[in-house]
Every structure is written in C-alpha cells, then in structure tokens.
C-alpha cells in the first residue's frame, strides 16, 4: 500500500473518530430546578410537553426558588423555577460565573392564598390583620373576630421564594413572629392546617382545597379575582435561563406560552397569562 493511501485512511480514521466533537447530537433533555409553589405546575407542563414531544425529556426537580437558583449560578440546570424575582446579589454572581445577569420568562400567575383549618369560623382578614397575626402583633383568633384560641403561625422556610415573597410584600420586611413553625414545602403547611384547628397559613392558589382559602380584604381568591388585579395578592411565576434560550429549552418555553401550555397551567389551578383560551 502506498504512503498517499495509507495517509488518505488514517485521516478518514481520525475524522470518523472525532466526527462526535465536530457535530455533537442535539440535546433532548432539560434539567429544571427549583420553587416548591411551581413543583405541582412544572411537573405537569413536563409531563404533557413530553407526552406532545415524543423523545425529549424533562427532568424536574424542586427544592425551593433559592436552591433553584443556587443551581443555575453553579451552571447545574437548563431552567430555574422561581416564585420570585432574583436579589442583586444573585445577579451579581451569575456575572461573576458567566458574565451574564440571567434571562426571566414569565409563565403564569399566582395568587397568594392564605389557609385557615375547616373549623375556623374567620373567613375574611384585612392585609392589615395579616401582617399583624404573622408579625406576632395579633396572637389569638378572638382578636380579628374568631373563637377564642392562641394563633399557630405556619411559614414556608427560607429556601422559599413564597417565603420571601411575603416577608417583602405582606410584612414590609417586618420579622415574622418569633413562635413562627417553619416547614419545608407547602404540602407540609397544609397538613399542619389540616391538624390544627387554629392554625394559619400561606401558599399558592394551585394547591389543596380541603383548607379554606380565606377572602383578603374582602376578596376571594378566585381565577377571574386574579386575572381582574382585584385580588390584592398576586404575583408572576418564573422559569429562567443563563442565556437566551435555543434547541429543546427555548422549544418547551415557546410550548409554555403556546394555548397548549396555558391550558395545562388553567387545569393545574393556576392563571394563565393570557385571559382568552379554550
């Protein structure tokens, strides 16, 4: 065999070898982190992306809004799901690692419902009375026109976006009272609700409705109350990205958005971000 053709093969070797480095294989999997009040919601948008999208893969995980967005600033995850909006300091470390200050992607709204046990008779409180039973100012139940009984406060931890959310928008940034029973997930709130009858809580719109979700202000926590503003505590749901989004992550945020994703996010008990759909 000549030298020219034993060259000729040794390239044609190296190229096949290294044909994986020059065209990678299209990334089928998405790696989703994070809020614990979206966990329900993301699971769902997941299953059903996957289900219209045979051969892509969504892996979602919850945690909490902080450790979610822990992750994305480690570079470990494809999306953050978030409950709120990033602090400076998260900015400023995502700039750090990727010279980058992160992408938002709204995907739904979200009301704030405030839980209470069956046997409580209180099914109205002001924002006011709010800030006051989870400051600690007011601690029995007889004091915002209920049965006499010492108020047990329950609290999302602070790994929670929820957690930080009303300490920024209900307390005004107020400590939460001192005897405050902190658990880890909304599902842990609700069952310390369900157990105690003078229990109080907080969570998202999308979850249980054995606990009565008690009016704000006069206000039900209602669909239509949310998508009119009249609710007094409403929020945005986040997923974010590094960058902007290309290949199956920006393919499942486009689905998000689409009739299709709104629809699961209408189903899943939350509001959509557009008020028309099936």
Not at 13 to 30: A, F, R, T
Not at 114 to 134: A, C, T, W
Not at 215 to 226: K, R
């Amino acid at each position: 065999m000549s030298l020219n053709i034993l060259l000729r093969s040794f390239t044609f070797v190296i190229l096949m070898i290294s044909g994986c480095q020059l065209h990678p294989p299209i990334k089928n999997e998405i790696r989703i982190k994070g809020s614990d009040t979206m966990h329900i919601l993301t699971g769902r948008l997941a299953a059903s992306f996957m289900k219209e999208n045979p051969g892509y893969f969504v892996l979602n995980e919850g945690g909490g809004s902080l450790l979610g967005i822990k992750a994305l600033i480690k570079g470990e995850v494809d999306l953050c799901a978030a409950s709120r909006t990033l602090k400076a300091d998260e900015i400023k470390s995502l700039a750090e690692n990727f010279d980058v200050v992160g992408i938002s992607h709204l995907i739904a709204k979200d009301a704030l419902s405030i839980y209470v046990n069956q046997e409580n008779k209180v099914k109205d409180l002001s924002l006011n009375q709010i800030k006051k039973i989870f400051s600690g100012e007011i601690t029995d139940w007889s004091e915002v026109g209920g049965e006499e009984g010492k108020i047990s406060v329950i609290i999302r931890s602070p790994n929670s976006g929820t957690h930080y959310y009303f300490y920024e928008h209900i307390l005004e940034e107020e400590n939460y009272a001192q005897e405050s029973i902190i658990r880890n997930t909304t599902e842990d709130v609700l069952q310390e609700i369900r157990n105690d009858k003078f229990a109080i809580g907080y969570g998202g719109i999308g979850y249980a409705r054995d606990v009565p979700h008690i009016s704000v202000n006069g206000i039900e926590a209602t669909l239509e109350n949310v998508q009119n503003d009249k609710y007094p505590i409403t929020r945005y749901l986040y997923f974010y990205t590094l960058n902007t989004a290309d290949g199956i992550t920006k393919k499942f945020l486009d689905w998000v958005i689409s009739p299709s994703g709104q629809q699961v996010v209408k189903e899943s008990g939350y509001i959509p971000l557009w008020r028309s759909g099936r």
